[in-house]
């Protein structure tokens, strides 16, 4: 289970309780009449609650009917926007998700032009991206700073806006704000262009990002052709590398496993990582599309995809040889397996530099991978009967200096 933070006392609280007692549909029927009512953390624990296995049938219908009916504005606009663009209780409708967040930046929503912009860069108008970003940023959103910090730091020189902004973005909390002002302080700075934002994204949003979400994957790199392995240079831009760790790390806990026999969840003993498994409630269509694109990678319909999550190894941390693979339990494992299947695949990125150590290695191939930082691996985990391939035997060798940031995808049969 994706598991929430704890909501604040109030609407949220008193129905995550009755969730927590076992009262699933009471629980989801109080969160959606709450948010009906326009109450935001009712809506986004709305939707986490509602894709959980637990939830009753068409749970994330009703919850997407509930959020269809609240009242209006950017945080239930962001919700609306990632239900578009997933097909989360209905159908996908990408280019619906951009008109709605198009909206929203012309209305002066800084988040809404922020996400426009990202994926305008993913998309590679950089040149219309930036100039959102520069927009935004003058407006205080405080991840078109921390894009703009990265975009002068590959770079070489920073545009006059984030030099401007880059101390009060360390000063604000934001998980990368220190460093990339840190990384960024003695860069030659630039003045920023002007130009008819709005505009020019308008154009993007009706050409290049709808293109773009339904163009091919990228072509890969092969490690080995049975099994499977291969990877791709290059897959997530940077700006979208932290912008997905700065979604993820108020998400971050202990690697933790369920353990059938007591029915808690305990320590993890093969992996000594952090791991934020990212709720439904924070996804965006940013998120949306880092989930659809490794599940893509891995040819693999998105709607299969467990959850999205990103792992944090500290010095001195590793995953120790496993599979990805189910085994049969008679427990939660067998449930599991008869309802959604095997776990098929699994897609990684790497997300950041700077750490020595923590490459990813296939004992049973002679296979080590460590890539650079957007550099994404995938793999088949089971043979073509559908039996899980021991050969898919793995590691993460531990990190012996800094911090390795990994977003992980694992990759199921059915729904």
Known sequence: MTTPHKPAPGNAQRAYDDWLAGNHEASLRALAGAARAGDLASASLLLTLSNQPEAPPRACEAARDALEA??????????????KASGYGGPVDAAAALRLRL????????????????????????GIGEKALIKAASGGQAHAIA???????????????????????????????ASLASATAGL?????????????????VTGSIERWFAEADPAMQT????????????FLPHVICD?????????????KIFDPYTGQNRADPYRTSLTASLPDGIFDIVLWAIKDRMARLAGVDPARGEALSVLAYRAGDQYRAHFDFLTDDNGPASADLARRGQRIATTLVRLNDGFEGGATVFP?????????????????????DGKGDERSLHAGEEVTSGMKLMASLWLRERQ
């Open 70 to 83: 609240a009242p209006g504005g950017p945080v239930i606009h962001r919700h609306l926007a990632y239900l």
């Open 103 to 126: 909206a929203d930046a012309q209305k002066g929503d800084t988040q809404a032009l922020t996400e426009l912009a990202l994926l305008s860069i993913w998309a590679g108008e950089t």
């Open 147 to 177: 894009a703009l910090l990265r975009i002068g730091s590959d770079r070489g020189h920073l545009r006059a806006i984030a030099r401007e902004q880059a101390a009060g973005l360390a000063r604000s909390g934001h998980p990368l704000g």
């Open 188 to 204: 030659e700075v630039r003045e920023s262009p002007d130009a008819d934002t709005i505009s020019g994204m308008d154009r993007s």
């Open 223 to 234: 490690l080995s052709d049975d099994p499977p392995v291969a990877y791709v240079a290059g």
């Open 243 to 255: 912008y997905l760790v700065a979604n993820a790390v108020p998400h971050l806990q202990p690697a």
């Open 364 to 384: 049973r191939l002679g296979i080590s991978w460590k890539g650079a930082s957007g550099e994404a691996l995938t793999f088949r985990n089971v043979r073509s």
